[in-house]
C-alpha cells in the first residue's frame, strides 16, 4: 500500500524475468511492498521458512498493485500484510482462487485524519502554544481553517488526504465533501507515501500546525504523537461514503493458488500466523535498533515475545526455532569469496536529523522561496487562464501555421491540442504546462548566467561539471523527498525539483555555444575596446544564440518529462493522473493522461524549434534575394 | 630617432609554460627555441624581439607559420600580454595600461583586420563596420553615416544591409578593413589580411590597401608569410624565424644585403614566383559576339555587360576583331555586322611575361586580347590589371 511508483519499472522487469524462468518453489517468493512493518514480517515468516521448514526465501520489490497482480499469476508466493480493503481486485481474486487468505495477520489498526498533539494541547516544552484547543472531531476543523493554510492558495486550508490510488483516497475524498469541508479547504493529495511523511515531518520538526491522513501502525505514528481526529462510529453500510469512521483494515496473510499447493505445510503456519498493531510497532523499534537488519530485528522479536511460536507452531517445530535463535540461526559464515566482507558503518540517521533539524531552523528562508516560486507559478496560471480553450487552440494552429508555412501542420496541432481537450484533461494540462513553463522561467534566469560564467572561466568550469553531472544522473528522488521536507509539498517543490533537472542543457549548451564561437570573432570584438560586458552582449551571445535555443528546447523537453515524477509530490496536473492511473492500475486512465502529456510535449517542441529553424530560413532567402540584386 | 616613431618595441618576448625562468636562462645563452622547449617544456613564441614603427609607413613582418609574427602583432594592442619587454605607443607604455586607458587605446589609436576577416554573422555589413563606433558610444545616426562613408570607400555601396555571409572572401575582408578604418584609428594591424583570398583578389586589395594608405596616410603593421607581399606593400621589413627577428630593413637593402642564409633563401624563392604572365592577370571578357550576329544583338548583349566594346569570334572561338557600342549604334539596321568591327588589335600570348606587355599596354585604347596557339581568344588583360600587377 506504500511506495509505488518507484518499484514499478524494476518490478515489471522482475515479473516478466520471472516469467521465462519458472524457478522451483525451494525458495519462497515475498512480496515488499516497501515499507516497514511487511518487511519485518517478511523476515520472521522467511526466518521459520528456513528454520523449520528447510526453504530459502527472497523479496521483490514492488508497489501494492504491482505485488497483487504478481502475486495472482503465481510469480510471488507470499504477502505477509495484504491490506485487504486499500486493493480493489482483493475479492475477486479471492473468489477466482487465484490468491487464497490464509489468515489475519493483524486487524487493530486505524486510518484517518491526524494532526500532531501540541496543535490541540501545545507543547510547553518545545513553546508551542495549542492553536486549536477545541479540536476533537473532523467536523471540529472547519473552525480551524487559519490554522491550517494552504500554500498556494493562503485564503483557503490544506487538508492532506490519501495517496492517489488507494481505496482510503476515495473514502476521505468523500468525508471531505460530506462534512462541507470543501467550502474552506483544499484537499491536498500528497502524491505518494514518502512525500506525506515527508510533509508530516517537516511540519512535526517545525512544530508547525498539519492535518491530513495517516494510518496506524507506521514509523511515523509510533516516533510522532499524533492524535486521530474522531469520527461518527464505524458503520459498514456508510463507510464508503466517508459519514463515519474507518473499520480497521484486516490486514491478511495471502499466498498464490502454486504456493498453496505445493506448501501446504508452510501455508499451514502461515494460516497461524497472527500478530497485532502493537506487535509490530515494537518490532518496528527492533528494527531502528538493528540499524535496519530486519532478521536481527526479527529473532530479537521472537526472542522477546516467545510465546509466538507456540501460537504459531506445533511443540516440536518450535524448539526447532528456539534452539536456532539460541546458536544464532543457521545462517552459516560468511562467504567471503562471493560475499563482499567488509562494510562500512555509517549513521545515516544522523544525517537524516541533521538535514531535518536544518529544514527546521532555516524555514523562513524556505519559505521565502518557496513564495517567490508560488507567485510565480500562479502568474503563469493567470497569463495561461486568460487564453480560453478555443483561443489557446486558434493560437497553436496559427502559429503552427506560421512556424511551419504549412496551413495542414497547423491544423494538425489544434487537433491535437483539441483530443487533449476532449480527454477530459484541459484544466489539468494548464496546471502542468504552469508548473512546466515555471520551472524553464527559473531554469533560464539561473541556468544563462551560469553558463556565462562557466563559459569565460577554466576554474568554474571544472567545478561545475560535476555538479552537473551529479544533477543530471542524481535519482530524482534522492532530492524529491528532501524537497519536500524544505519546501513542503505541491507545486513550489516539483518547480524546484524540475529546475534540477531540467536546468543542465540550458547551462551546458549555453557554455558550450559561448566556448565555441570563432576565437578570431572575440579578438576582433576585443581589438575594438569592448567592455567584457560588450564584448558578451553584442558578440558572444548572438553569435552562440542558435545553441543556446537548443538548450533551451531541451530544458522544456526535460522539464516536460519531470511532470509525472513531480506529481508523486502533490504536484496536480496531467502527471497526478498518471499516477493515480497506475496506483489503481487502470490502465486506460494513465494512458490517456500520458497521451495528454506527449501531445503537449510534442506541441511544445515543434513549435518553439519550428519557430528558430524558420527565422533562420527566411534570414537565408531574404539574403540571397539581396545579394541577386545587388550584384553590381 | 630622427624620424617620428609611432610605436617602439623592446626586448618583447612570450613565453608559455611553467619553468620560464630556466628558458630565460637557456635562451640567453642563445640556444634554439626547440632545445628549450624539450629542455624547459617552455614555448618561446617569441624571443627578444625589438623594432620601431614611422608613422605612416607600411612595416611589414615577415615569417613561416609558427615564426611569432601573429603573437607580436597581437601584443601590441595587448589581445596578448608579453611576459616581458616594454611596447611604447607614441609615449605611453601600453603594457602598463589599466583596464580604462587600454580601452581608451584600442577604441582610438589602433584597430586590427583579421586574417579570417572575424565578422559578426549576426550583423549585416554596416552592422559589422559601425561595430567600432557603437561600442565608443556613438550615437547611432552619426556611426551609420560614417559606417557608409566607409563601406564606399572599399567599394561596396548597396551591401551595406546584406549578410556577411553572402558576400565572397575579397568583399568580407574589404567590410574588415571598413570597420578597421571606421574608428579612425593611427595605427592599423593587419594579420594575414589578404592569406585566405585568391591570388587574383589578393592582388586587388593589395591595391586597394595601397590606394588607402596613400589617402589616409595611416601606419600600417601588415603580417605576411609571402615575401612578394611583404616587399611589394612594406617601406620596411622585418624577417622572423623561430620567434627571434633576423632582420628588419628596406626591401631594396634586404634584397641587396640580406643578413644570413635564410633571409637570402627566402628572397629568392621571391624571384621565381615575382614572374609573372599575361595568364595570372588575364580576366575573362564579358561581352562576345559573332559575325553574323546583328547589330541590335550585339548593342544589347554590351549593355546587358555594361561594357562598350564587344568581342566578335568565330564559331572556334578564334578572334575576329572588337566592336565598339558606337560603331553598333550608328549602324543599327544593318543586317549583320559583318565588316563593321575593328580587325587591328593588340594581342598577345598566355605565357608573355607582363613586363613585356607593358608598353603595348600602354598605348593601346582597348583592353589586349590574349589568344592561344591556334587564334582562339582565351581571355583580355586591362591596362588597369597590369599597372597593378607592376607594383
Known amino acids: ?632 | 630617432m630622427k624620424q617620428d616613431m609611432i610605436i617602439r618595441v623592446e626586448h618583447l618576448s612570450k613565453l608559455y609554460g611553467m619553468n620560464k625562468n630556466a628558458a630565460v636562462e637557456l635562451l640567453e645563452q642563445g640556444e634554439d627555441r626547440e632545445s628549450v622547449l624539450k629542455k624547459t617544456g617552455v614555448t618561446a613564441a617569441v624571443w627578444d624581439a625589438s623594432f620601431q614603427v614611422r608613422r605612416g609607413e607600411i612595416f611589414a613582418i615577415i615569417g613561416l607559420s609558427g615564426s611569432g609574427k601573429s603573437t607580436i602583432i597581437r601584443c601590441l594592442n595587448m589581445l596578448q600580454r608579453p611576459t616581458s619587454g616594454k611596447i611604447f605607443f607614441e609615449n605611453s607604455e601600453i603594457d602598463e595600461f589599466n583596464k580604462k586607458e587600454l580601452q581608451e587605446y584600442r577604441r582610438n589609436k589602433i584597430a586590427m583586420v583579421f586574417q579570417n576577416f572575424g565578422l559578426m554573422s549576426h550583423r549585416d555589413v554596416l552592422g559589422n563596420v559601425a561595430y567600432g563606433l557603437e561600442v565608443k558610444g556613438v550615437s547611432r545616426i552619426e556611426r551609420e553615416k560614417k559606417a557608409m562613408e566607409m563601406i564606399s570607400m572599399v567599394g561596396l555601396e548597396g551591401w551595406e544591409h546584406n549578410s556577411v555571409d553572402s558576400l565572397s572572401g575579397g568583399m568580407r575582408q574589404r567590410v574588415g578593413i571598413a570597420r578597421a578604418l571606421a574608428n579612425e584609428p593611427e595605427v592599423l594591424l593587419m594579420d594575414e589580411p589578404f592569406s585566405a583570398l585568391d591570388p587574383l583578389v589578393r592582388r586587388d586589395m593589395q591595391f586597394e590597401l595601397l590606394s588607402i594608405q596613400r589617402k589616409l596616410n595611416k601606419t600600417v603593421i601588415f603580417i605576411t608569410h609571402d615575401i612578394n607581399e611583404a616587399f611589394k606593400l612594406g617601406d620596411t621589413v622585418a624577417i622572423m624565424k623561430s620567434g627571434r627577428i633576423i632582420q628588419i630593413d628596406s626591401p631594396e637593402n634586404m634584397s641587396a644585403n640580406p643578413a644570413d642564409d635564410y633571409v637570402r633563401e627566402f628572397i629568392n624563392s621571391a624571384d621565381k614566383t615575382k614572374i609573372l604572365s599575361a595568364r595570372h592577370i588575364m580576366e575573362i571578357p564579358t561581352s562576345i559576339v559573332r559575325p553574323q550576329d546583328t547589330p541590335l544583338h550585339a548593342i544589347r548583349e554590351m549593355r546587358a555587360n555594361s561594357v562598350s566594346t564587344a568581342y566578335v569570334v568565330g564559331d572556334r572561338m578564334e578572334l575576329e576583331g572588337i566592336l565598339t557600342i558606337d560603331t553598333a549604334i550608328k549602324n543599327r539596321s544593318a543586317k549583320t555586322i559583318e565588316g563593321l568591327y575593328i580587325t587591328n588589335l593588340p594581342t598577345t600570348t598566355q605565357d608573355t611575361l607582363i613586363s613585356d606587355i607593358l608598353p603595348m599596354a600602354a598605348e593601346a585604347k582597348f583592353p589586349i586580347a590574349v589568344l592561344d596557339q591556334d587564334g582562339g581568344l582565351r581571355g583580355i588583360v586591362t591596362k588597369a590589371a597590369v599597372l597593378s600587377s607592376m607594383i
Open chain 1, 1 to 632: 500500500m506504500k511506495k509505488r511508483i518507484l518499484g514499478f519499472l524494476t518490478a515489471a522487469v522482475m515479473l516478466l524475468a520471472g516469467c521465462s524462468s519458472q524457478q522451483p518453489t525451494d525458495t519462497i517468493v515475498f512480496a515488499d511492498c516497501q515499507w516497514d512493518s511487511i518487511k519485518l514480517h517478511n523476515a520472521v515468516a522467511g526466518l521459520i521458512a528456513e528454520e523449520v521448514y528447510g526453504l530459502s526465501w527472497t523479496e521483490v520489490p514492488a508497489s501494492t498493485p504491482i505485488a497483487f497482480q504478481g502475486q495472482a499469476q503465481g510469480e510471488i508466493d507470499v504477502t505477509t500484510e495484504t491490506w485487504s480493503d486499500n486493493i480493489p481486485d482483493y475479492q475477486s481474486e479471492i473468489d477466482k482462487g487465484n490468491i487464497i487468505e490464509l489468515g489475519v495477520n493483524f486487524d487493530d489498526n486505524a486510518q484517518g485524519f491526524y494532526v500532531p498533539r501540541y496543535v490541540i494541547e501545545g507543547d510547553p516544552e518545545r513553546g508551542i502554544e495549542p492553536v486549536a484547543p477545541d479540536l476533537r472531531t473532523v467536523e471540529d476543523l472547519k473552525k480551524y481553517v487559519d490554522v491550517f493554510p494552504d500554500d498556494e492558495d493562503p485564503t483557503k486550508g490544506r487538508i492532506y488526504g490519501s495517496i492517489p490510488g488507494w481505496e482510503a483516497d476515495e473514502i476521505m475524498y468523500q468525508k471531505y465533501l460530506y462534512y462541507g469541508l470543501d467550502e474552506d479547504f483544499i484537499y491536498f493529495r500528497p502524491g505518494s507515501d514518502s512525500a506525506l511523511s515527508a510533509a508530516f515531518t517537516a511540519a512535526y520538526e517545525r512544530g508547525e500546525p498539519i492535518v491530513g491522513y495517516y494510518w496506524d501502525p507506521t514509523w511515523l505514528t509510533g516516533q510522532y504523537d499524533l492524535v486521530l481526529l474522531e469520527d461518527a462510529p464505524f458503520d459498514p453500510d456508510r463507510y464508503m461514503y466517508g459519514e463515519t469512521a474507518f473499520p480497521a483494515v484486516r490486514i491478511t496473510v495471502t499466498v498464490s493458488r502454486q504456493m498453496a499447493e505445493e506448501h501446504p505445510d508452510y501455508c499451514e503456519f502461515l494460516s497461524n500466523y497472527h500478530t497485532s498493531s502493537a506487535l509490530t510497532a515494537e518490532g518496528l523499534v527492533y528494527v531502528q535498533e538493528a540499524e535496519g537488519d530486519y532478521t536481527e530485528a526479527a529473532k530479537m522479536l521472537l526472542t522477546a515475545h516467545d510465546e509466538l511460536l507456540d501460537e504459531w507452531l506445533s511443540e516440536e517445530d518450535a524448539n526447532t526455532v528456539r534452539e536456532a535463535l539460541g546458536t544464532g540461526g543457521s545462517g552459516g559464515g560468511t562467504n567471503w569469496f562471493l560475499d563482499f566482507p567488509f562494510s562500512l558503518n555509517l549513521d545515516v540517521t544522523a544525517f537524516d536529523t541533521a538535514v531535518k533539524n536544518f529544514a527546521a531552523q532555516f524555514s523562513s528562508f524556505f519559505d521565502a522561496i518557496k513564495g517567490v516560486l508560488t507567485g510565480l507559478i500562479n502568474g503563469v496560471e493567470t497569463i495561461l487562464n486568460f487564453f480560453p480553450w478555443w483561443l489557446m487552440i486558434l493560437l497553436v494552429a496559427f502559429l503552427g501555421w506560421k512556424s511551419s508555412g504549412k496551413i495542414h501542420v497547423g491544423l494538425l496541432y489544434a487537433a491535437m491540442l483539441f483530443i487533449v481537450g476532449m480527454l477530459g484533461l484541459w484544466d489539468l494540462m494548464y496546471e502542468t504546462l504552469a508548473i512546466v513553463l515555471a520551472a524553464v522561467v527559473t531554469s533560464l534566469v539561473l541556468g544563462l548566467p551560469i553558463g556565462i560564467l562557466i563559459s569565460g572561466s577554466d576554474r568554474a568550469n571544472q567545478i561545475i561539471r560535476p555538479v552537473l553531472d551529479t544533477m543530471q544522473t542524481m535519482p530524482v528522488f534522492v532530492y524529491l523527498i528532501p524537497a519536500a521536507l524544505f519546501f513542503g509539498l505541491g507545486k513550489a517543490p516539483a518547480v524546484i525539483a524540475t529546475t534540477i533537472y531540467a536546468i543542465v542543457p540550458v547551462i551546458r549548451l549555453t557554455s558550450h555555444g559561448i566556448r565555441q564561437v570563432d576565437k578570431e570573432v572575440v579578438e576582433a570584438a576585443r581589438s575594438f575596446g569592448s567592455t567584457r560586458f560588450q564584448c558578451l552582449w553584442k558578440v558572444q551571445i548572438p553569435q552562440a544564440l542558435p545553441t543556446i535555443m537548443t538548450g533551451v528546447n531541451q530544458t522544456l523537453m526535460m522539464a516536460m518529462a519531470m511532470v509525472v515524477t513531480c506529481s508523486m509530490i502533490g504536484a496536480n496536473g496531467l502527471g497526478m493522473e498518471v499516477l493515480i492511473g497506475v496506483n489503481r492500475t487502470e490502465i486506460g486512465r494513465g494512458l490517456l493522461a500520458g497521451i495528454a502529456v506527449v501531445i503537449v510535449a510534442i506541441l511544445m517542441d515543434r513549435l518553439t524549434q519550428g519557430w528558430f529553424s524558420k527565422k533562420k530560413e527566411q534570414e537565408a532567402k531574404e539574403h540571397g534575394k539581396r545579394a541577386k540584386g545587388g550584384r553590381r
